[in-house]
């Protein structure tokens, strides 16, 4: 029997919590090239804080939504993630740490200052950022590949990882630079800097997204072939679901609704779960124990009504999340755009 017919509802859940967080951030990631290549510009200035400035506070509530649930859900496997990731986890959270002290400072603190101008503050952001982003997708690749890594349940402090044959695996570098593209591709449509006027402005985010499609789906099939993948069929709908997006955008009817921040929230999010389904029930294909997921839950009654209670807290964040990239689109809570009025024609007065 397929798996997924019999999946618990806990690790369901925290399956989409674990996809709204990539999403969230994601969107935080494709910011970092038009920051550093753009900021002069007004318009992508504008564009890019409207959205960034107040989103960080929600892409760190979701990782302390994410830990809360993996404790909850998989408390017995937390430790070995810790031991086998920790290199990763510690430089994610340093630059995590030192992404939100920037950005307080770049908005609330060092304005008009000669050594540390906002812009020169947004660029040490952006590079925070994206260090951060390189660590989630190693952190994503090793979760799912198990390259290089020796997990021990029981001694927990044997666990660890060998990141000579960890990043000797050509399918890691693959997942990186193949998402960094097909970020840059959607950042151009997300924060709408890819000009619709001209032929390369509806035809470059296409090919970014096409290129890196590519390059992502062959890695990320290649790194959880050790899962004994039975749902690799379902990686052709976060294909399909990320290729709607530049394809809208190509048209002047769809153009606005390609763009508009919740609908590629939302497409990420289903996207980025059905990845994560692709592979269950098990993680750490190639290391020396698979695990399966369901043999690490927990089934203690104290950290089900634990569960509960991050279920309704987990359900109000996702909601307030989609909400917020609802408003935030031009700051109007509007699907679609509002038409420039044209000035009355002025009448001729007659005695």
């Known amino acids: 029997m397929n798996p997924l017919f019999s999946i618990n509802i806990d690790v369901l859940f925290l399956i989409i919590v674990i996809a709204s967080m990539v999403a969230m951030f994601s969107t935080e990631v494709m910011a970092v090239v038009p920051m550093l290549t753009g900021y002069k510009k007004p318009e992508v200035r504008e564009s890019l804080l409207k959205y960034v400035v107040p989103v960080w506070e929600v892409v760190g509530t979701f990782f302390v939504l994410w830990l809360v649930d993996m404790e909850n859900v998989i408390?017995?496997?937390?430790p070995a993630i810790s031991y086998t990731l920790f290199p990763l986890f510690?430089?994610?959270?340093?630059f995590l740490l030192m992404r939100n002290s920037i950005i307080i400072y770049a908005e609330f603190v060092w304005h008009d200052n000669k050594y540390f101008d906002e812009k020169k503050l947004y660029y040490i952001y952006s590079i925070s950022t994206f260090i951060m982003g390189l660590m989630?997708?190693?952190i994503l690749a090793a979760v799912t590949s198990?390259?290089?890594t020796h997990v021990n349940l029981i001694n927990y402090s044997s666990s660890y990882t060998n990141y000579a044959v960890f990043y000797?695996?050509?399918?890691?570098?693959?997942?990186?630079?193949g998402s960094l593209i097909l970020f840059n591709g959607i950042s151009l449509i997300f924060y709408r800097i890819s000009d619709i006027k001209t032929v390369?402005?509806?035809?470059?985010p296409l090919i970014l997204t096409v290129i890196g499609l590519i390059i992502d789906s062959v890695s990320y099939t290649v790194l959880s072939s050790g899962d004994k993948?039975?749902?690799g069929g379902l990686i052709i709908i976060p294909v399909v679901l990320t290729l709607i997006i530049p394809v809208l955008y190509m048209f002047r009817q769809t153009t606005y609704i390609a763009s508009y921040k919740p609908f590629v929230i939302i497409l990420f999010i289903i996207s980025i779960t059905f990845l994560e389904l692709m592979t269950y029930p098990y993680v750490y294909g190639f290391s020396n124990m698979k695990i399966y997921i369901p043999f690490v839950i927990t089934n203690s009654a104290m950290q089900h009504l634990n569960f509960i209670i991050s279920v309704i807290g987990g359900i109000w964040l996702i909601l307030m999340m989609i909400y917020y990239g609802y408003v935030s689109n031009n700051r109007i809570a509007k699907l679609i755009p509002e038409t420039e009025k044209k000035p009355a024609k002025e009448t001729k007065k007659t005695n």
């Open 200 to 204: 390369k402005g509806r035809i470059l």
């Open 229 to 231: 993948v039975v749902n």
């Open 146 to 148: 198990g390259y290089g």
């Open 168 to 177: 000797s695996e050509p399918a890691v570098y693959g997942l990186i630079i």
């Open 75 to 78: 408390p017995e496997f937390m």
């Open 136 to 138: 989630a997708l190693s």
């Open 90 to 94: 510690a430089v994610f959270i340093f």
